[in-house]
């Protein structure tokens, strides 16, 4: 069965640091891993990794994948109490399921 | 462009009874996902339609079913309900059934069992 592992589960840090949140995935035939950003709402797309090794990028937020290791980064630079939501990361194999890792819940204090 | 909508937002039933939930996807988009999200399990992918065939379903019990219309419109319905399927039921629609295509979700259906 496929699965998706984040980590941590929660963070908390200062407006102004920089935040590291972790995905690691067990896709069968993976294709892609997408980040989404969820507040008290719908999960709203952040970025699609398909290309081990490029590093896409979107304002203070950037993501990478890395095939070799199955895992893949979300890096939030200069963070800021907007940013403070629930990260989730999901892969998908030769079908389009989703499966989704618990969410990472990032708070950020002023 | 209007984004994915959902109908009704918030539900309230009691255990036994049935529920059936709207998703309308983004115009244009043809395959439609359903989700469950709980506290405790996360997201969990429900089922998959496009052009009207379900293509995809997960690890739920066949209380919950579902349908696609014509016009890509999908509905999911619950039977039988039970105080463990309190939770926000997301729909997530795609252009085309592939895995190189972003899902965009609903705001999503909170359905509350008593």
């Known amino acids: 069965e496929d699965k998706v592992v984040q980590s941590p589960l929660s963070l908390v840090v200062h407006e102004g640091d920089t935040v590291t949140l972790n995905c690691s995935y067990e896709?069968?035939?993976?294709?892609?891993l997408l980040w989404y950003k969820q507040e008290k709402k719908a999960p709203t797309f952040l970025f699609m990794l398909?290309?081990?090794?490029i590093e896409k990028k979107s304002g203070r937020l950037s993501s990478i994948l890395d095939k070799k290791e199955l895992s893949s980064i979300l890096n939030i630079t200069a963070t800021q109490t907007g940013d403070s939501a629930i990260y989730l990361c999901?892969?998908?194999?030769?079908?389009?399921?989703?499966?989704f890792g618990k969410g990472i819940t990032l708070s950020v204090r002023p | 462009k209007a984004g994915v909508t959902q109908t009704p937002r918030y539900l309230i039933k009691t255990r036994g009874q049935q529920v059936t939930l709207s998703c309308s996807p983004i115009?244009?988009?043809?395959?439609v996902s359903w989700y469950q999200q709980t506290p405790g399990q996360g997201l969990q992918f429900l089922f998959e339609y496009f052009s009207e065939t379900q293509r995809n379903k997960g690890n739920f019990p066949g209380r919950f079913s579902g349908r696609q219309f014509s016009n890509s419109r999908s509905e999911m319905n619950v039977s039988t309900l039970e105080l463990g399927d309190s939770a926000l039921y997301l729909c997530?629609?795609?252009?085309?059934?592939?895995?190189?295509?972003?899902?965009?979700f609903g705001p999503g259906t909170r359905l509350t069992v008593l």
């Open positions: 999901a892969g998908t194999g030769a079908n389009s399921k989703l499966t």
């Open positions: 997530a629609s795609s252009v085309e059934r592939s895995s190189y295509n972003e899902q965009f």
């Open positions: 896709v069968t035939n993976f294709r892609s």
């Open positions: 398909t290309s081990s090794g």
């Open positions: 115009s244009g988009h043809r395959s």
